[in-house]
């Protein structure tokens, strides 16, 4: 499956049509991202980092968290998988089995960005990055590391805020030189940048769409027409999820009970459909002794 899903992640971003992906942050998220009809799921370390452990996104999550929800989502999925894999948790070498494990455990593609550590979220003020020569010899020992060439190497750069635009259009271009397979210059600020990036690029380039973030928010279509190879939502499910849990646990505590209401919860048939738990009884019917 892995290689089928990789090869099929490498030729769809290729198009440059502007692939909408949306993020997860567990398993049951990565279900609702694939049941919804998205063509690939991302697991977001910032909504690893919100949901796991109820903290803000400052390199708080390791290697091992990411790995474990990596396998989580990739037994649930048939679809690609993206997963965010901060700076690499430590220097070239690390990245090289940050490369290694995160594959073995079934991701299509990482994302490594070149903040220094601890990294935080990408539209928080106060970044900081690292020297270039640091973040090349992560990407050489990430292709180095791969065991399967359609395993795709996401470079994603955070200097637009701290050097500027054109220092961050540089630092992506030497990326794609280093090997990396799709460029990603983080929390571009205007219209003007977003219409720059692809015409700038030579290598496929990913957008990150935040909402209430510092990159405007443009039309699918419109992006896709400018050449971007994947137009990321890493945490529009997280936000939905907390205002509907906010919208369902308000009413319970104003009205001292909850009924089945569609507008407040998702029916309980729904949830057991989106778990597969008819292939369990069927499973439990055919083991039956």
Not at 62 to 86: E, F, K, N, S, Y
Not at 155 to 160: E, G, K, M, N, V
Not at 227 to 246: E, F, P, S
Not at 272 to 286: M, T
Request: net charge negative; with cysteine.
């Amino acid at each position: 499956m892995n290689k089928t899903t990789r090869k099929m992640l490498r030729d769809r971003v290729e198009l440059r049509n502007g692939l909408v992906v949306a993020g997860a942050f567990n398993a049951m998220s990565a279900r609702v991202v694939a049941d919804q009809g998205f063509e690939a799921v991302y697991l977001t370390g910032a909504g690893l980092t919100n949901m796991h452990y109820g903290a803000p996104d400052l390199g708080i999550i390791g290697l091992r968290d990411v790995a474990d929800c990596t396998a989580r989502m990739r037994d649930v999925l048939d679809i690609p998988l993206i997963v965010d894999a901060d700076t690499g948790f430590g220097n070239a070498v690390n990245v090289w089995q940050t490369v290694r494990t995160l594959e073995h455990a079934g991701a299509d593609a990482i994302q490594l960005e070149d903040q220094v550590f601890p990294k935080r979220c990408g539209h928080f003020a106060g970044k900081e990055v690292a020297p270039l020569d640091e973040m090349l010899s992560k990407i050489k020992a990430a292709v180095d590391a791969r065991r399967d060439d359609n395993f795709l190497i996401i470079a994603r750069t955070d200097s637009r805020a701290v050097l500027g635009f054109e220092q961050a259009i540089e630092r992506a271009h030497r990326f794609g030189e280093a090997g990396a397979d799709i460029l990603f210059v983080e929390a571009t600020e205007n219209i003007e940048e977003i219409r720059q990036v692809p015409k700038l690029l030579d290598k496929p380039q990913l957008i990150n769409i935040v909402i209430g973030g510092r990159t405007p928010a443009l039309d699918a279509a419109e992006l896709g027409g400018l050449g971007y190879g994947m137009i990321l939502y890493a945490n529009a499910a997280l936000q939905g999820a907390v205002l509907g849990m906010q919208k369902a646990l308000g009413a319970l505590r104003r009205e001292g009970r909850l009924d089945e209401n569609p507008e407040l919860v998702a029916p309980f048939l729904e949830r057991q459909r989106l778990v597969n738990k008819p292939l369990y009884d069927e499973l439990e019917k055919r083991y039956a002794v």
